[in-house]
């Protein structure tokens, strides 16, 4: 064997975790980078059991393929937290850490030191947020119309989900939407049979225990509670004896007296976290309450909120009535609604907390799924972009920020150099899928975009996937949420730093050997 066959060998074990983890990555990436762009395709997914999912969503591929390989699975991570931080996003997130790890690897196997690449990965990284966030533009308001052609991208054009998420931004107020703490995402249910709808107020997924007269009240009075609905509890042991049944029948007579000082309150609706006593079910059949029994704690805080109910604890139903009356929350209206099976809840005065829950209705359980999906990253772009503001979208503002950095990196002195370079190669990945997926010659087109961008000394112009003109992006409304752009961005580097650092992959011993 000569001496460069040798030196090959060498070389091709010193990289092979490397190069094995970048394998791993690609074929990571390759599930869902043609998914990109308005020309982008679906996935199908396959279940063991031959259930089908037929998506273009990337969290949802990411989230269902059989992935075995540590580092694919760091990968996967990407996708996971720009999907939990911002809910948009996920598939340009996935691409880019794909983009960073490949070029990195590039540089590291021509003898570039893994470290260095490392560190000038992350400054490169730090540089293009910075860049990023310069070129942002802010939104003036839900009727700012940057933020409807936001949306509408989001929504993969889908007009009517658009319009559902914008109505339901305008009942939830811009003041809402700007609150980390709440998300407009979370707000959509999915059903199957059902129409389209904004709905102010909760929906709530449990069956009730009905009414004998009513399906329905107005102005009815919530009592919430983080229990169940039944009689203090004795020991076992203690019936057997004489004195601890009576301590058992005093303890009976209580709860009966606290189920009638809920009807002399005119409590209608009973929500509860635990179950119910055949007692207090009878009870309140024969009184007029609509009892919700197992109802999650998360909805039971939403119902609190918004009707002014305080959550109480069993023992609490012991005070006397004004003090149990304070507990009590109020709404407009509780219905059963038959045609979905939930039960609604209005919204009540203004001082309170508006709940707004958007209905996303389909033929299907497979096409509401999808729809759910959509209308979910479409309020999550609405959302980010009313925080953050926007960019040109398509791999513009990208493709810009990467010839201004590759400006920055030629003043670069030390081999850090390499890892910005691979920075600036990587952020022209987004637009170069989007233009493959489009059916053009990547190179030839980016350079028509390079080049017109510097004519106009802009970053929105791009090209027209349909006509293969170079257009204005902002004028044609295709824009990115910032805040999409700048977690992904961060979040890529942080998951292809870490891959470009791992030497070896060693599988741990069980535990106990």
């Known amino acids: 064997m000569s001496q460069g066959q040798h030196s090959q060998v060498d070389g091709d074990e010193r990289y092979s975790t490397l190069l094995n983890n970048s394998n791993a990555v690609r074929a990571v990436t390759s599930a869902v980078e043609g998914t990109l762009g308005p020309k982008g395709l679906d996935v199908m997914l396959v279940g063991p059991r031959g259930e089908v999912v037929i998506t273009n969503d990337g969290v949802t591929i990411l989230d269902k393929m059989d992935v075995t390989h540590p580092a694919a699975r760091l990968l996967i991570q990407v996708a996971r937290a720009q999907q939990e931080k911002i809910g948009d996003g996920t598939t340009t997130a ?22 260095k690449v490392v560190e000038g990965l992350r400054q490169g990284i730090e540089k293009s947020m910075q860049l990023l966030t310069k070129r942002v533009r802010l939104i003036d308001g839900l009727d700012d119309p940057l933020l409807e052609r936001t949306v509408y ?12 998420i914008m109505q339901a931004a305008r009942k939830a107020g811009i003041t809402r939407l700007q609150d980390p703490s709440y998300s407009l995402a979370d707000s959509i249910i999915a ?18 225990i009905f009414a004998r007269e009513s399906k329905s009240y107005d102005d009815a009075k919530v009592l919430v509670l983080f229990d169940s609905l039944e009689p203090d509890e004795i020991d076992e042991e203690a019936l057997t004896t004489e004195t601890g049944f009576a301590q058992y029948m005093d303890l009976r007579k209580v709860f009966a007296s606290d189920l009638e000082r809920l009807s002399e309150l005119s409590v209608k609706l009973i929500l509860l976290e635990k179950g119910i006593h055949p007692d207090a079910e009878q009870f309140c059949l024969d009184h007029g309450m609509m009892v919700v029994p197992r109802v999650s704690r998360a909805d039971l805080r939403r119902v609190s909120d918004m009707t002014g109910a305080t959550p109480i604890r069993r023992k609490a139903l012991h005070k006397d009535s004004k003090e149990l009356a304070a507990l009590l929350g109020d709404t407009p209206r509780v219905a059963y609604d038959e045609s979905i099976e939930k039960i609604r809840l209005a919204c009540g005065s203004q001082d309170r907390e508006r709940i707004v829950t958007v209905i996303v209705g389909a033929s299907t359980s497979e096409v509401v799924g999808e729809a759910a999906r959509i209308a979910g990253d479409a309020a999550s772009a609405l959302q980010a972009a009313v925080s953050g503001g926007v960019l040109p979208g398509g791999g513009t503002s990208e493709l810009a920020v990467s010839y201004e950095l590759e400006r920055i990196r030629e003043a670069q002195k ?3 150099a390499f890892g910005m370079e691979a920075v600036s190669a990587a952020l022209r990945k987004p637009m170069s899928q989007i233009l493959l997926n489009a059916g053009y010659n990547p190179l030839e ?11 106009a000394d802009s970053d929105c112009m791009g090209i027209d996937c349909d006509s293969g003109r170079v257009v204005d992006y902002e004028e ?24 470009l650092r791992i030497h070896h992959v060693i599988k741990m011993k069980e535990i106990g050997e």
């Open 94 to 115: 996935t691409v880019l850490a794909g983009a960073l790890v490949q070029e990195g690897v590039s540089r590291i196997t021509r003898g570039v030191p893994a470290s």
């Open 153 to 164: 991208v989001a929504g993969r054009e889908r007009k009517d989900i658009v319009e559902l």
């Open 191 to 208: 059903l199957e049979n059902a129409e389209n709808e904004v709905f102010e107020g909760v929906l709530l997924r449990q069956r009730p």
């Open 414 to 416: 030390g081999m850090e």
């Open 445 to 455: 087109k980016m350079e028509e975009v390079r080049a017109a961008q510097i004519r």
């Open 476 to 499: 044609l409304g295709v824009l990115d949420p910032a805040p999409v752009k700048l977690h992904g961005l961060r979040a890529a580097g942080e998951v292809a730093a870490a891959v």
